[in-house]
Structures are given as structure tokens and as C-alpha cells.
């Protein structure tokens, strides 16, 4: 592999040199230091639920009358209730989400207040109480699979490439998880059905740019030469640069739409979109600069500890081409035998005197 600039020629074909392996200590810190503010923003801020998850009421009206959020709001101070306030189809219709309404005194002030605001009938205001059992139910369940299907994943990682591959998988996933569940709390955004969902997907997602690079990677290792040649990192730095513009492409393409949603959406579709957004994001940087090199660090312990051999690299010399070996070889067959076949000159006879001993030169 011959270098120019910053691009490698590989097989006719011009790939990116970046040098990624070799600067993963950079990408480490980085890493730790947004799994750091994670890891505070979860202490300190905590996680914003919704009425799915800790329960509340759910109030539903078409108001006669155009009305804004803070007019709304002003009603539900009277009883110190905080509300979710979402105007639907420009203002006509009105969803509030807010706490349970214990006292059926001030659930029926409430509705009777609310009415009297949109200039409607309390009949026309649908009022539904939400308990946490479903929010709690679902977690769980979702939870209870998630592990499942992790444990599947890396027991397929395993067979299909090796432990190692298992291993920086189900580390980029946790880094994944820990960075968007962080970034989700320190911006105070409300933990929704639709949230648990987005983590899924983007576990999902996560996991599949892996597998791409580990398929490349296991791919240019099965070549002894060339990795007699590059080394073990050198063979993964030159995989993640023959499949980094692969996975930011098809990371591009999935965020420019979640990007729409986040912008253009309504209130439960932005909490939707914002999690998948940081988390599709996360999850192609974890794929390139997490799972790879966590890859090599497992590896160059396996080697010290002698749990694997480290083919020797070739340094004055890049090892023959098993077509160019065997025609030097028949050649050098070839040259010795028309060596052997060849008639030999016959020696030349010196002079002799008459008594049949070779004559003596005469000095001049």
C-alpha cells in the first residue's frame, strides 16, 4: 500500500488515510468527558417522566375561541397544577396534560373554569386519567427485552467473527445509551413512550454500523499477507478508512429527516425526534471511533498475554506473489537446465617436446 497525501491506494482503487487507530487516546477522552456530563446531568437533573409513566390526567376540548398556551396555563395556576399544554390544527383543539385530579371539588372548578374560558359547554371537555401501570408495564417489558436481544446479539457476534468483535460491540452500545440518556436529561426534555422507543431504534441502529466494520475488518484479516505486511491495527486502520465515508453517508441520511421532525414536528414527535437525532449521531461515532479501537486494545492484550500469535511483519522486503515466486522459480529451472545440456569446450592441448613432455617457452 503506497500513501499519497492523504489518500491510499488499495486493490486500483483511492481510499481515505486517516489515521484513526493511531489517535484513539483523543477519541477516549472525548468520549469520557461526554459520558461525564452524562452521568451528572442524570444525578443532578434526573428524568423529566410523563403522565404515562408517573400518572395524571389527560384534558381534551375544542375551544370556541382562539386561545394561547400562557392563557391556559393561567387557569391551571389557580389549582397548582403544572400542565403540558399542546394546541393542535392552529389552535383548534386543545390537549392539557397535567397531575391527577384527586378532589372532585377542584376537578369539577377546573372543567367548569376551562369551559368557561373557550366559551363551551363543561360537557364538551373530555377529561381522562392516566395511570402509571401502562408507563410502567411497558418499560419493564421493554427492558426485559432489551437484555434478551443484547445477549443474542453478542452471542451471533461471537460465532460469526470472534469475542473480541462481542465484546467492543456491547461497549458502544453502553456508551450509546449512557450519552443520549445524559444529553436527554441535562436539556430537561419529558421521558415518553415514544422515547423508549427512539433508544431502541437507535441501539439498533448503532449495532449495524458496527457489524459493517467488523465485516471489514474480519474480511482483510483472513489475508495473512497483508496482515504480515500492516500489522493487526494497521489492517483496521485501513478497514474503518475503506467504510468511514460509508457509514457517515448513510448516518447523513438518516439524521436529515429526523432533522425535520425535530424542527417541524409537533411536541411528542420532537421528544421523538431529538432522541433518535442525538442518538443516530452517537451511535456512528461510537461505530468508528469507539468499536475499533476498543478492538485493537482487546487484541494487543491477547497478544501480550499469548492467547494469540502476532504475525511477523516484513520490513526490508514485502513477501513474493505466489504468480511472480513460481515464475522466478520456473526460470531458474529453466536457466539450469540449458546449463547442464550445454557441450563443454574442450580443453586446449599445450606443446610437447620430442621426449613427450610439455615444451618450455622460450624468454625473449
Known amino acids: 500500500m503506497s500513501v499519497k497525501g492523504a489518500y491510499a491506494v488499495y486493490r486500483g482503487y483511492r481510499v481515505p488515510h486517516l489515521q484513526l487507530i493511531e489517535h484513539r487516546r483523543w477519541w477516549f477522552i472525548f468520549s ?50 403544572p400542565g403540558e399544554i399542546q394546541l393542535v390544527s392552529g389552535g383548534e383543539q386543545v390537549s392539557i396534560r397535567t397531575d391527577a385530579l384527586t378532589a372532585a371539588g377542584d376537578r369539577e372548578n377546573l372543567i367548569n373554569d376551562l369551559a368557561s374560558q373557550a366559551k363551551i359547554s ?62 436527554y436529561a441535562l436539556v ?47 489492517v483496521v486502520d485501513m478497514s474503518l478508512n475503506q467504510t468511514v465515508m460509508r457509514s457517515v453517508n448513510t448516518s447523513l441520511v438518516v439524521l436529515l429527516p429526523i432533522l425535520s421532525l425535530l424542527l417541524f414536528g409537533g411536541q411528542t414527535l420532537k421528544d421523538f425526534a431529538f432522541a433518535m437525532f442525538v442518538g443516530v449521531a452517537i451511535g456512528a461515532y461510537s461505530s468508528i471511533f469507539i468499536a475499533a479501537p476498543v478492538l485493537t486494545i482487546i487484541h494487543e492484550r491477547q497478544v501480550n498475554r499469548g492467547r494469540v500469535s502476532q504475525p511477523t511483519r516484513s520490513v526490508r522486503e514485502p513477501a513474493p506473489q505466489p504468480a511472480i515466486a513460481a515464475a522466478d522459480d520456473a526460470a531458474a529451472t529453466g536457466a539450469t537446465a540449458a546449463m547442464a545440456s550445454r557441450p563443454r569446450p574442450k580443453p586446449k592441448s599445450k606443446p610437447r617436446n620430442k621426449k613427450g613432455q610439455p615444451a618450455k617457452r622460450k624468454r625473449r
Do not use: C
Not at 441501539?203 to 465485516?215: A, E, N, P, Q
Open 122 to 183: 363543561p360537557e364538551e371537555i373530555n377529561v381522562e386519567d392516566v395511570g402509571p401501570t401502562w408507563g410502567q408495564e411497558i418499560s419493564r417489558k421493554a427492558i426485559r427485552g432489551l437484555l434478551f436481544v443484547l445477549l443474542f446479539i453478542a452471542i451471533y457476534i461471537a460465532w460469526r467473527f470472534e469475542w473480541s468483535m462481542a465484546a467492543g460491540a456491547m461497549i458502544a452500545l453502553v456508551h450509546d445509551v449512557v450519552i443520549t440518556a445524559g444529553i
Open 188 to 234: 430537561g426534555r419529558e421521558v415518553t413512550p415514544e422515547t423508549v422507543i427512539a433508544i431502541l431504534t437507535i441501539l439498533g441502529f448503532s449495532l449495524y454500523d458496527t457489524v459493517v466494520i467488523y465485516d471489514k475488518i474480519k474480511e482483510n484479516t483472513e489475508s495473512a499477507a497483508l496482515t504480515a505486511r500492516l500489522g493487526y491495527v494497521g
Open 32 to 81: 469520557g468527558v461526554l459520558i461525564a456530563l452524562s452521568l451528572i446531568g442524570m444525578i443532578v437533573n434526573g428524568f423529566h417522566f410523563s403522565i404515562d409513566f408517573v400518572g395524571g390526567a389527560e384534558v381534551n376540548y375544542a375551544p370556541a375561541t382562539s386561545l394561547t398556551p400562557d392563557q391556559i396555563q393561567s387557569v391551571l395556576d389557580r389549582y397548582n397544577l
